[in-house]
């Protein structure tokens, strides 16, 4: 046995020095220099012929330093995605190989800055200088690589963190009709990374400029620009930027997620982006499925959204976190896109327009909005709390239908809607004034166990207020205990619960009176 073993090492020491030797002086190979010319021109994409030797998503070089990338290779011409302003290009004109695939600029450097997906900066500063770049399509990291998604990421939305946790590493959805606060939920949720160490990547995919603009203004109002990169594109850039903002702004993350960081990145929004898809699609004549989008509509989020993941620490720890945003039509979560992303992602916010004409707000519809990570990734100071929220107030929106009609109520049912009722007000948040772990825990402890029951619905808020403020008068350890997220006593509830009756006796007061 052990001759036969040293003879297979024999083979193979020369086998390897044989490979060795053959590879001394090996040159990387030059790209054959290949100049095509261009045979049509139209809105977004161009029609090549003459480049026998390129291959499937190569970048081309076309005259005044615009690229474009090879969608269809067909056996006499290949199909080009744009990748800005065209006007200048006519029939006739060269185009040469470059001999890599599309890949975006990453590094440090981009912390703070506003940029289009190929890297060149849109706000007021100086020129970036890059010194990696990466392919804006990488594979997904295998499940090997991937651990479990089980610390969580905070939002400082009590609604989210209390009902529908994000775990890092998770990929949450949001969406809604138009105009039902679905931007601002993810940037509150970037707002409270300030001090969680996790750096954000804020995606727009043909927004308006004026809304960029009042994004980007709250980000350096609230100082988290230091933490953030913005890749932004307008609604009126060319389809091939819109298509490529998703895949370059995850590239981005990817580079610090390997580095071990925790990323967050939000698309903002996947609608445009399928839309911007669509386009290219019919105007390279690909064949039309369902609502004319092409067949592999469903590949191009899944293979983007499977990119996210929460790293073992053989490879760093990092971890990405994604919040896509879908938009709705006429409150329709069962139309094409919605239905594919919902199946892609972890779980899903839904924002309702009649909780948002109601002033509920954030408008989360509780009933349609799940986390399948869930108490996973929740706090352990949340889940004692938290337990029976739920529960709760799907019994009162059920019982709220009824008690509309007049039907007279027994004692029990009226104790429910008005404590289903007290719920309603304190999920509610005012935009961009994310709120800590440790004030959420004291209004949730006051809440699940009934103290603002008896403050009235107009004072809700100014009481709320005054429970968070409770930070400053509980002992200290207590506190400590509350912000690393320890197992709470009997007593140190006992103690909360007292201080809490306490601060509130004044609002117990008012209501006897007016009784």
């Known amino acids: 046995m052990a001759t036969s073993a040293n003879l297979l090492n024999s083979i193979f020491d020369d086998l390897l020095n ?9 040159t990387q190979k030059i790209v054959p220099e290949e100049t095509g010319t261009i045979k049509s021109v139209s809105t977004g994409v161009a029609i090549v012929t003459g480049l026998p030797g390129a291959g499937f998503e190569e970048l081309l070089l076309f005259k005044g330093d615009l690229y474009g ?24 004109d060269p185009v040469s190989r470059t001999g890599r695939v599309m890949d975006a600029p990453v590094g440090e450097e981009m912390l703070g800055r506003i940029i289009d997906p190929l890297g060149n900066p849109l706000d ?56 039902t606060g679905k931007t601002t939920i993810a940037i509150d949720t970037i707002l409270n990374q300030h001090d969680q160490h996790v750096i954000c990547i804020y995606c727009t995919i043909g927004q308006r400029a004026s809304s960029i603009a009042k994004v980007v203004a709250t980000l350096r109002e609230k100082n988290a620009m230091e933490y953030t990169v913005v890749v932004a594109t307008k609604g009126n850039d060319p389809p091939g930027l819109l298509y490529l903002a998703p895949y370059a702004a995850t590239s981005i993350a990817e580079y610090f997620m390997e580095k071990g960081h925790d990323v967050l990145v939000v698309y903002d929004d996947l609608t445009h982006h399928a839309r911007a898809y669509r386009e290219l699609s019919l105007l390279l004549r690909r064949p039309p499925g ?9 590949y191009i989020h899944s293979r983007l959204l499977e990119r996210s993941t929460h790293l073992i620490n053989e490879f760093g720890g990092g971890s990405l976190t994604a919040l896509p945003i879908i938009e709705t039509e006429a409150q329709n979560i069962s139309a094409y896109i919605p239905t594919n992303l919902i199946s892609i992602t972890d779980g899903q916010i839904y924002l309702s327009p009649k909780l948002f004409e109601m002033g509920v707000l954030p408008a989360v519809d509780v009933g ?13 100071s949340y889940r004692g709390v938290a337990g029976s929220l739920k529960l709760a107030y799907s019994q ?21 809607i008005i404590h289903g009722e007290r719920i309603r007000a304190c999920l509610k948040q005012p935009e961009n004034h994310p ?34 403020n409770l930070m400053i ?28 009756q306490k601060m509130l006796q004044t609002f117990y007061n008012e209501t006897l009176k007016h009784e």
Request: aromatic content about 4%.
């Open 18 to 26: 044989e490979i060795q030797q053959s590879s001394e002086g090996f």
């Open 69 to 92: 990338i090879a969608f269809n290779i067909d056996e006499d011409e290949i199909g080009v995605v744009l990748l800005g302003e065209h006007a200048h290009l006519q029939a006739g």
């Open 124 to 179: 007021d500063k100086t020129k970036l200088t890059f010194h990696k770049r990466l392919p804006i399509e990488r594979p997904a990291p295998p499940i090997t690589d991937r651990a479990p998604v089980e610390q969580p990421l905070q939002t400082g939305i009590k609604v989210v963190d209390t009902l529908i946790p994000i775990g890092r590493g998770q990929r949450e959805l949001i969406l809604g009709d138009r105009q």
């Open 290 to 298: 369902r609502e004319a989008f092409p067949g592999d509509i469903f």
């Open 368 to 380: 349609k909005s799940v986390s399948r990570v869930g108490g996973k990734a929740q706090r352990k």
């Open 396 to 416: 009162f929106e059920e019982l709220e239908i009824f008690a509309r009609f007049g039907t007279r109520l027994d004692e029990h049912t009226r104790k429910s």
């Open 435 to 468: 709120i800590s772990v440790e004030q959420q825990i004291l209004v949730l402890m006051a809440l699940t166990n009934g103290l603002f029951d008896p403050v009235p619905l107009g004072k809700m808020s100014e009481a709320e207020l005054k429970v968070r």
């Open 473 to 500: 008068e509980l002992p200290s350890d207590i506190v400590n205990r509350l912000k690393l997220d320890e197992q709470l006593s009997e007593d140190d509830r006992n103690q909360i619960l007292a201080h809490t």
